[in-house]
């Protein structure tokens, strides 16, 4: 709307990465083995040799992801887009786009205090996008999302992040800012971890409410044919013709654009989503913008669509979605 660009950031935070929008943004987080829970670092772990090494390895494998993330936030709105990722991918992820602010600080002793310092500045954060699952990574941002909630600030959690919920639900457990993004198996470790009981895969509905409840009303997003969403009172189900692809990253697109919208939708407030939760609105927005934006690229790029194509779509989706 013209305001100035303090007042349009947002953040993301990705792949062993942290994607932030600034005032318009996201961020996501991840985490270590199943049932191991965090270690406790011993001193200043990554500062050893090893621990530097895995943190790095780990983060270079998946630059796409935090990247998808955070270049989808700008192309919805974002006026800004930070990514907080390890010392060695950045130069990576740096050199797919000038757009994109990268710190390359979350393999840093003082990550926490490095993210810590720009979150007034940021409307959203995206914990997740690529960050794999290194326990010293996974520390780190455990203290970002610990953080991040008492500063109020609204978060989307996404892959690897939700491997670090599965294990630590409490990190996230009665937070009303927060929208989780599961895939199919994310969504069955997790619904795992927090509900202590197998998945009942008849009732997809059903399944989705009761996570949500069990995690104090945290907006849950399960992805997959259709997407069903409830903040543990309602349950909407977005079924937007997408296509058959599933080219990987796409589900980064929608964790990088949902940043954004849970920003708009928390400024816009419940008077103006029609009784719904603005988190519950904002997650059918980003759910119905990836599916269009998979369904143009397809009908344009046919089996070779890959998400570089529907990040292309991501105007004119929006466009034909939602006035503005
Ligand atoms: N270009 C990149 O750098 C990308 C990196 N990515 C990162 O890769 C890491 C691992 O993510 P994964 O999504 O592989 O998570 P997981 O390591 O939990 O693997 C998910 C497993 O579930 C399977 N699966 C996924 N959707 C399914 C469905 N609908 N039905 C049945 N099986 C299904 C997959 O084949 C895989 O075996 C994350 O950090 C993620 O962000 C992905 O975001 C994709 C793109
Ligand atoms: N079978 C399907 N049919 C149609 N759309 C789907 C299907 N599965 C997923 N989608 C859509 O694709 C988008 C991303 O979901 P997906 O399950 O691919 O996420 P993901 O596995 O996390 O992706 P990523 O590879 O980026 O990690 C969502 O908008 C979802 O609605
Ligand atoms: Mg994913």
New binding site residues.
């Given amino acids: 709307d013209g305001s100035k660009r303090e007042e349009c950031e947002s953040l993301v935070i990705a792949l062993g990465a942290l994607v932030a929008p600034v005032r318009d943004g996201c961020c996501s987080l991840?985490a270590g083995s199943r049932f191991s829970g965090l270690r406790p670092l011993e001193g200043s772990a990554l500062q050893s040799p090893r621990a530097r090494h895995l943190c790095r390895r780990q983060s270079l494998r998946?630059?796409?992801?935090p990247y998808?993330a955070a270049i989808s936030a700008l192309k919805v709105g974002a006026d800004l887009s930070h990514v907080f990722c390890t010392q060695e991918a950045a130069p990576v992820i740096k050199s797919y786009s000038p757009e994109l602010i990268v710190h390359p600080v979350l393999d840093s002793p003082d990550a926490v205090q490095d993210v810590e310092k720009w979150l007034p500045r940021l409307h959203a954060l995206v914990v997740?996008?690529?960050?794999?699952r290194d326990d010293g990574l996974l520390r780190n941002v455990k203290g970002i999302l610990e953080a991040s909630k008492a500063r109020d600030v609204p978060v989307v959690i996404d892959?690897?992040g939700l491997w670090l919920i599965a294990e630590q639900p409490a990190l996230i457990q009665g937070y009303q800012k927060a929208v989780l993004t599961p895939?199919?198996?994310?969504f069955r470790r997790l619904s795992e971890a927090v509900l202590r009981d197998p998945l009942d895969s008849s009732d997809p509905h059903g399944a989705v409410l009761r996570l949500s409840q069990a995690l104090g009303n945290v907006t849950v997003v399960r992805k997959?044919e259709r997407d069903v969403i409830s903040d543990g009172r309602q349950v909407l189900e977005c079924s937007q013709e997408g296509s058959s692809r599933r080219c990987?990253?796409q589900?980064?697109l929608l964790s990088g654009s949902l940043g954004v919208l849970v920003h708009w939708a928390l400024l816009a407030g419940p008077e103006k989503t029609d009784g719904f939760s603005p988190l519950l609105v904002a997650a059918f927005g980003a759910c119905s913008l990836t599916r269009q934006c998979s369904h143009q690229a397809f009908q344009k790029h046919g089996r070779s669509t890959t998400t570089t194509d529907m990040v292309a779509e991501v105007g004119p989706a929006f466009a034909r979605l939602f006035e503005s």
């Avoid at 998946?62 to 992801?65: C, D, K, Q």
């Avoid at 895939?183 to 994310?186: D, G, R």
């Fill in positions: 991840g998946y630059t796409g992801a998808f997740g996008p690529g960050l794999g892959a690897d895939n199919h198996a994310e997959g990987g990253g589900g980064d």
